[in-house]
């Protein structure tokens, strides 16, 4: 066989108009945003890579299963067959369901996390370390050093630095440390796969110790594939295989199906755990609904388990990840700095090699996803010291990020190759004038997820 393009491995079935608004519009919308893009309004923006969360296009076998849906309160149909999927996934007997990921987030760190315990993760994401710290728990990033450098090469960057978390449970005593958790894919760390073999190496850890272990699974199955195709051994099995086999080494998971389930919104809280379960449940049934629907409509609950399956053909993850490493490759041959390798579900703009002369405090990432708006109407998303930075209680200035990134986060099944080629042309002609991007000053922020709302003013 010829070597021929990886196509998207679908046709499209129903369109949405999108459009450029012109410059002075797109200028007017920054000032009126603060400049903090989650501000725009959607129809500001032609091409959308905040994130590749709940934004996918679902297939038509997605909605056909929507028009199945059993709508009843308790033991709807729709329930047993979500149910059935996720347990046949991740053999874990408790399935509960949630509106999303940081609603099982947040019943889970109740049960789990007291005053000062302190919770290890490769990289927690924002939602899953706002919800630690609000049950006044710590939040441990242990990821290895390679994946704190974006240059450095390595084919597992999200895994767990193992030597770390054996200090740290032996520093803070495992009394303290009411679970670990391991992000597959490492989103905050640029999308980085963990490997098979460290899964069983964290495991081991925690064993010793009487831990249970947690996945946070939102992109499992990009994880699944980056196993198949980087790791020793694994190239003859299915990501559904290796995806049971990930899921296997843990206690429980939580899962936002708005990534890798393919739904548009939507999530569940895994876990092998009778007592735990019961706990959780009566949780979810404060906050969420009853257990049979949790936070979904019978609607919902059909979509996630059709995407739960869809998500796992190889046709698909072949394409999901060329198709990311595709735009990577041509921004990185252009000379713009970015994490090496590509992470599954986005590009991740290396903010503070391209725009040096900006210090942390000044946001590098913000001014660059800004300058991407300001060019050409894409929205991505700082990843650096406005998410993760710590504002000085003195006034000084924040406590820095480990990186400074823009996330071009793709949705999926949603943008074409020839929408990819122009978010390149974009991304490069605003790289072409780093020079003259300036830094930003916070002038409005909340105590905490203040990337969400926070307002800027061009320094
Ligand atoms: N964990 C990870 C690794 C995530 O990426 C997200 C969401 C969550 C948990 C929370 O899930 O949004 O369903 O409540 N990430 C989105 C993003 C928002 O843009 O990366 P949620």
């Not at 903090?36 to 997605?62: P, Y």
């Not at 005053?115 to 609000?134: L, M, Q, Y």
């Not at 708005?258 to 876990?271: P, Q, S, T, V, Y």
């Not at 590509?342 to 946001?363: M, T």
């Amino acid at each position: 066989m010829p070597h021929r393009t990886i196509i998207e491995p679908f046709r499209i079935h129903s369109v949405q108009a999108i459009d450029l608004p012109d410059e002075a519009t797109r200028e007017a919308a920054l000032e009126r945003a603060g400049f903090n893009l989650f501000g725009l309004h959607a129809d500001e923006v032609i091409i959308d890579l905040l994130t590749d969360s709940g934004t996918g296009a679902m297939s038509s076998a997605q909605w056909a299963g929507m028009m199945r849906g059993d709508e009843s309160y308790a033991g709807s149909r729709s329930f047993y067959r979500f149910e059935a999927v996720v347990q046949d996934l991740t053999g874990m007997a408790h399935v509960i369901p949630t509106h999303q990921g940081r609603a099982a987030e947040r019943i889970l760190f109740e049960v789990l996390v007291d005053d000062g315990d302190v919770v290890p993760n490769n990289t927690h994401f924002d939602t899953t370390r706002a919800n630690i710290e609000h049950q006044g728990g710590e939040a441990v990033d242990l990821v290895i050093p390679e994946g704190r450098d974006p240059q450095a090469d390595h084919p597992f960057k999200g895994n767990m630095d193992v030597d770390a978390l054996r200090a740290t449970i032996e520093e803070v005593g495992p009394e303290r440390v009411p679970l670990v958790m391991v992000t597959v894919t490492n989103n905050s760390g640029g999308g980085q796969p963990v490997s098979l073999r460290n899964l069983h190496e964290v495991r081991r850890v925690c064993d010793d110790h009487g831990i249970p272990l947690f996945l946070d699974a939102c992109r499992f199955a990009e994880n699944a594939w980056f196993i198949k195709t980087r790791e020793e051994g694994q190239a003859h099995r299915t990501p559904r295989d290796i995806a049971r086999e990930m899921f296997s080494l843990a206690d429980g998971c939580t899962m936002s199906a708005k990534k890798d389930g393919l739904a548009n919104i939507g999530g569940f809280l895994g876990l092998r755990d009778d007592d735990l379960a019961s706990r959780c449940r009566n949780l979810l049934i404060l906050t969420e609904g009853f257990p049979t629907y949790g936070g979904m409509a019978g609607y919902d609950l059909e979509a996630v388990a059709q995407g739960l399956v869809e998500v796992l053909d190889e046709h698909y993850l072949r394409y999901r990840i060329r198709s990311t490493a595709y735009l990577a490759e041509k921004v990185a041959a252009a000379g713009v700095p970015i994490v090496q390798p590509p992470g599954g579900h986005a590009v991740y703009l290396d903010a503070k090699a391209l725009l040096p002369h900006i210090p942390p405090h000044e946001y590098p990432a913000q001014s660059l996803a800004v300058e991407l708006y300001r060019e050409g109407g894409v929205r991505g998303v700082e990843i650096g010291t406005v998410m993760f930075g710590r504002p000085d209680p003195a006034g000084g200035p924040d406590e820095p990020a480990a990186m400074e990134l823009v996330r071009l986060a793709i949705p999926r099944r949603t943008y074409t190759q020839s929408h990819i080629d122009y978010v390149a042309e974009v991304v490069i002609a605003v790289a072409e004038r780093a020079a003259d991007l300036r830094g930003y000053v916070i002038v409005e922020q909340a105590p905490w997820l203040r990337h969400f709302t926070a307002r800027f003013e061009p320094r």
